[in-house]
């Protein structure tokens, strides 16, 4: 790991030299300026991650060159060193964005222990923003978090279908995100400045689901005291997305069935025969193929609604998503709560990314919503966490794609249990049930 980069801008030969000194005796690279001109050119050509500057220098003041710097780059911090006499103008250097000051001559460690902390908090609001700008430019579309390949063939699915009129069923266990799906496919359709109508089939007994999605008509049933338009007309030219569609019953179904082949239905106690233009969105978190085989659910419906079948994978098999998933959290609920959260720690992620969230994406964003609500600090750590994840001791999954020859197989499953037993060669040559020497010649190869 290469050592950080200080830049020493002072016209004080002593002063430079001695910085210089004890910079790299504590860990650190150091390059040195004799004036701002020469700090500029070096900065521009070799870079720093911290800068130590004074602020009377000729050719080109520390104002000025502090200004110039914040133009390059203007996160890299910068600590003024003054005189005493000079505290004014070392505030007002502040103010302009330098990171903070200390008087000559300087205590060596405390300007030692400011300048790591100066870099660590500089390295870290840099991670912060790098991943949330590639959570908004490049992984985030309608709110769907990710780049791993399982999340990326659901978004090149929604892109084909969406500007179809094709119905579509979401399948996918609860908490993966199937709501957002069918909303994207809706956005990014021709019918996104008309209605978008969501139904939660299993939150209403058969009656009243009847009810909601074709309406009904004053005296069809006792405490039906006026005309009630249903959910298929309100969504008429828009998308109606039924939500958990295993759920609905037998009589239920058979009417869907209708609207789905003519586009047409009555409500209850009505005779006039409705005619709408919708497009349909189902989702479920059951097997519908076992539920027709088992009677449960009709075969013809089934296959009405499963024209274009898109499959929301679990979180447990997109790990790589997690850290772009709980960094986005943890910005919106920061906005939320009115705190700044600064970052999530590296061992709470690798406690994040390796716990098998059974809730999904659901229960990953709950969690860090009560990270950030109970946070008396700025950072997410370890003991923020649940104890369920940070007990949790799992099985290290193993993602494997179609495709992979057997010695690619080999050779991903080798690596993955060596870094499970933190580089164990013969605990993992014993787990892998093959002799250390064997291992250590597979790595080799590798």
């Known amino acids: 790991m290469s050592k950080p980069m200080v830049l020493v801008v002072d016209d004080e030969e002593n002063i430079r030299e001695g910085l210089r000194s004890y910079f790299k005796m504590d860990g650190f690279d150091v390059i040195t300026a004799v004036d701002g001109e020469d700090g500029l050119e070096k900065f521009k050509t070799i870079g720093a991650d911290a800068i130590i500057l004074d602020l009377k220098m000729p050719k080109l003041g520390g104002m000025d060159f502090l200004k110039k710097t914040r133009n390059i780059s203007g996160d890299v911090p910068v600590v003024i060193l003054t005189g005493h006499g000079g505290v004014d103008d070392a505030v007002e250097a502040m103010k302009q964005g ?21 870099i660590t908090e500089a390295h870290r609001k840099n991670r912060v923003e790098n991943l949330s700008r590639m959570v908004d430019e490049k992984y985030n579309f309608e709110n769907i978090i990710g780049n791993s390949p399982p999340i990326s063939r ?3 699915m929604i892109k ?36 978008f109508i969501k139904v939660h089939c299993a939150a209403l007994p058969e009656n009243l689901l009847e009810s909601e999605l074709f309406g009904h008509e004053k005296g069809a049933f006792t405490g039906a005291i006026a005309r009630k338009r249903g959910r298929f007309e309100l969504a008429d030219g828009g998308t109606i997305f039924l939500d958990e569609i295993g759920e609905i019953s037998p009589v239920v179904q058979v009417k869907l069935l209708r609207v789905l082949q003519e586009q047409e239905f009555e409500r209850l106690g009505g005779e006039e025969t409705l005619k709408v233009n919708i497009r349909i969105i189902a989702a479920t978190n059951k097997n519908l193929r076992a539920e027709v085989e088992a009677g449960r659910f009709r075969e013809d419906l089934f296959f009405r609604l499963n024209v274009i079948n898109i499959h929301i994978p679990e979180l447990k098999e997109r790990p790589a998503d997690i850290p772009l998933l709980a960094n986005f959290f943890m910005r919106e609920f920061s906005k939320k709560h009115s705190k700044k959260i600064d970052e999530i720690t590296t061992g709470a992620m690798k406690l994040l990314e390796k716990y098998d969230w059974p809730g999904n994406v659901r229960e990953l964003q709950n969690v860090i919503e009560n990270a950030v609500v109970l946070l008396r600090d700025k950072v997410i750590d370890i003991n923020n966490l649940p104890d369920n994840i940070r007990e949790f001791e799992g099985k290290k999954r193993i993602v494997l794609e179609v495709g992979l020859s057997l010695s690619e197989v080999e050779k991903q499953v080798i690596l993955s249990t060596l870094d499970a037993v933190n580089g164990n060669k013969s605990k993992a040559a014993r787990i892998l049930g093959i002799g250390r020497k064997t291992l250590l010649r597979k790595l080799e190869s590798y």
């Open 98 to 118: 330098a990171y903070d000051f200390v008087t000559k001559p300087p205590n060596l460690e405390q300007l030692s222990m400011m300048i790591s902390r100066a």
């Open 154 to 156: 659901v978004l090149d």
């Open 160 to 195: 084909q279908v969406a500007p179809t009129d094709a119905t579509a069923l979401v399948t996918g266990g609860s908490g993966t995100g199937k709501e957002l799906i069918a909303s994207a496919i809706h956005t990014n359709s021709k019918r996104k400045d008309k209605p």
